[in-house]
C-alpha cells in the first residue's frame, strides 16, 4: 500500500511518495534540498498574514490576485515577491485556508500553471 502524499512545509506542493523515501517517509517534509534549505522564513509568514487580510477585507464572492499581494509589500520588485506569494497560498491551501482558481474553478495547486486568483474555500 503507497503512503498518503504529503504537502511540502515550504514551497506547499504535494509530495508523493517514492520508494527511495521508504525507510524515511516519516522524516519527509520537504520536496527538495532547495526548499528544506529555503523551510519558512518570518517573511514567508508574513505573506501569508498578508493573503488573509486581503481576502478577509473583500467580499466573499471576490477573488484577489496575487500580484497584489506582492506589490504591497514590495512596490517596487513586486515581480520578485511573486513565487513566494504563491508558495505562501499553496501552504495556505493545504491549511484548509484558502482557494486557488482559475477562470472561477478551484484547480490543484501543485500543477496549476499560469495566471491564478485566490479567495477563502466556499
Ligand atoms: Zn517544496
Do not use: F, N
Not at 466573499?60 to 506582492?70: D, K, L, N, Q, W
Amino acid at each position: 500500500m503507497t503512503p498518503e502524499p504529503k504537502t511540502c512545509r515550504s514551497c506547499g506542493r504535494r509530495i508523493e511518495w517514492r520508494r527511495k523515501w521508504e525507510r524515511d517517509w516519516d522524516r519527509v517534509a520537504y520536496c527538495s534540498a532547495d526548499c528544506r534549505r529555503r523551510g519558512v522564513r518570518p517573511h514567508d509568514l508574513d505573506l501569508e498574514q498578508r493573503i488573509a487580510q486581503l481576502v478577509d477585507s473583500r467580499p466573499r464572492s471576490a477573488t484577489i490576485c496575487p500580484s497584489e499581494v506582492a506589490r504591497a509589500v514590495a512596490p517596487e520588485t513586486w515581480r520578485d515577491e511573486m513565487e513566494p506569494v504563491r508558495r505562501a497560498a499553496r501552504r495556505m491551501v493545504a491549511r484548509g485556508e484558502l482557494e486557488i482558481t482559475q477562470r472561477g474553478s478551484v484547480v490543484d495547486p501543485s500543477t496549476a500553471k499560469g495566471p491564478i486568483r485566490l479567495r477563502r474555500p466556499r
